[in-house]
């Protein structure tokens, strides 16, 4: 595989000037508003609903149009810039209409085209403020329009904060598609707010036979698993790492990793292999490693598809693994999370289970119910929603209720519901049943 090196490098004339700006390429269609006409957009009036007396976190779940209430938190001190990570499932102008599993409206999803892509790029003009300087943001979206709003965020965000187009595998193959490939997978877009973003890597577990091929080697001495690795870099270099070590050079067009001081100390602790013609390479050792690197494309995180997996029925729904290594990724514990797309209220959960601060927006009452659902009872099992008919909330599990596992459930009651104004009392009936079997609050 070839490898590029910078244009300073490039011998021969370039083929046309670069100014070092980025060239944006922008997306143009009818009723795209102007940028200083969406940051002033009319707040939402708020009134509230329901309040913890617990919520030291200032966890809020708010029920309305989600622009008119991110409008409104521009003016909000404690969110506006202190936003550390955005994931949203916005709608994927599929021209439907989608049900819960008992059967109840969750939403319509029945904008296309442009009035699509004005509908999300106010959304994402307005999460792009909310973002603090070391803010990054995901959008799941599918092949409908990720690479039209991947034209909109360049535009939004800069191209240069752009960090990852990652491929989702969302479903087994599919042995009913006859005229084309099967539809398996979606997309996720990863950008951030500046180049000074949070980031903790993100690990998979090694599997014993993967740990052996990738570590073949053990050292006789101690026993130790080991893979072995260049120790030179593509590029050629006029310092230190450019010079002869041990009396050879790197090869042609490359260079040492290290300075030549680093590789004595390595090679001092028996850190570099010789081969039997001489050749240094660097052993790098399993028990050093984290794990396996998570790469661009995610084939471990699907969505419900057996009776044994636990959901709570909103179509649409995303896997806590999924977004457990976002949030993990992309936040410190205390980070705000924004989700104003929370649907069934897998960001809000997961960011509530591994101590981060939330906030979420959904504008149907279905999504409300099953969040507070969600908070006091956990998932139920696929299964669940085969056999019998979900009639609005179950009954809560006894405080103590271990689910499935060795961790006791954990219930979620340290928040405050919102509504936009005039609000017309319709989560009142929910409420009414949050509360009457939430724990003490």
């Keep these: 595989m070839a490898t590029g090196e910078t244009k300073s490098k490039w011998s ?118 909310l973002l603090s300087d070391q803010g990054s943001i995901y959008v799941h979206l599918d092949s409908n329009m990720v690479f039209q709003i991947k034209l909109v965020m360049d535009e939004v965000f800069g191209p240069t904060n752009f960090r990852a187009f990652i491929t989702r595998r969302k479903s087994n193959p599919k042995n009913y598609t006859r005229n084309t490939y099967g539809n398996i997978s979606d997309y996720i877009l990863f950008y951030t707010k500046s180049n000074n973003y949070i980031w903790n890597r993100a690990y998979r577990e090694w599997t014993s036979k993967r740990a052996e091929d990738e570590y073949p080697y053990v050292e006789v001495e101690t026993g130790r698993r080991f893979k072995k690795v260049p120790i030179h870099a593509p590029g050629e270099r006029n310092g230190d790492t450019g010079k002869p070590w041990k009396g050879m050079n790197p090869p042609k067009g490359k260079h040492w990793q290290y300075r030549r001081e680093t590789l004595d100390e390595m090679d001092a602790r028996g850190e570099i292999y010789w081969s039997p013609t001489g050749n240094p390479r660097r052993k790098v050792y399993f028990d050093q490693s984290k794990g396996i690197p998570v790469q661009d494309i995610w084939l471990d995180v699907k969505d419900a598809h057996n009776q044994n997996i636990k959901i709570t029925g909103y179509p649409t729904e995303k896997p806590v693994e999924l977004l457990q290594r976002i949030i993990r990724a992309s936040s410190h514990t205390d980070s705000l999370v924004l989700d104003c797309f929370s ?35 956990g998932l139920k099992p696929m299964g669940d929603f085969v056999k019998t008919k979900n009639s609005g909330m179950q009954q809560p599990l006894p405080l103590g209720y271990k689910d499935s596992g060795d961790t006791p459930l954990k219930f979620i009651h340290q928040f405050s519901l919102y509504a936009t104004s005039p609000y017309k009392g319709d989560l009142d009936e929910i409420v009414l049943g949050w509360t009457r079997f939430a724990p003490d609050h």
Excluded at 83 to 95: Q, R
Excluded at 365 to 373: K, M, N, P, R, S
């Design 12 to 129: 021969g004339e370039l083929s046309e000037s670069h100014s070092g700006k980025p060239n944006i390429v922008r997306l143009t269609y009818g009723g795209k508003a102007e940028e200083s006409a969406i940051l002033t957009l009319a707040p939402a009036t708020i009134t509230g609903v329901w309040n913890s007396d617990q919520n030291k976190m200032d966890n809020r779940l708010y029920y309305g149009d989600n622009a008119g209430i991110l409008a409104t938190l521009l003016y909000d001190r404690t969110v506006n810039g202190n936003v550390d990570l955005v994931y949203i499932d916005p709608p994927f102008a599929t021209n439907s209409v989608f049900k819960s599993r008992s059967r109840n409206d969750a939403y319509e999803d029945l904008k296309t085209g442009a009035l699509y892509v004005e509908f999300l790029r106010t959304r994402l003009i307005l999460l792009r403020e």
């Design 343 to 377: 649907g069934s209220g897998t960001t809000l959960d997961v960011a509530s289970q591994i101590g981060r601060r939330w906030i979420g927006i959904d504008k149907s009452t279905e999504a409300i119910e099953t969040t507070l659902d969600r908070f006091r009872s």
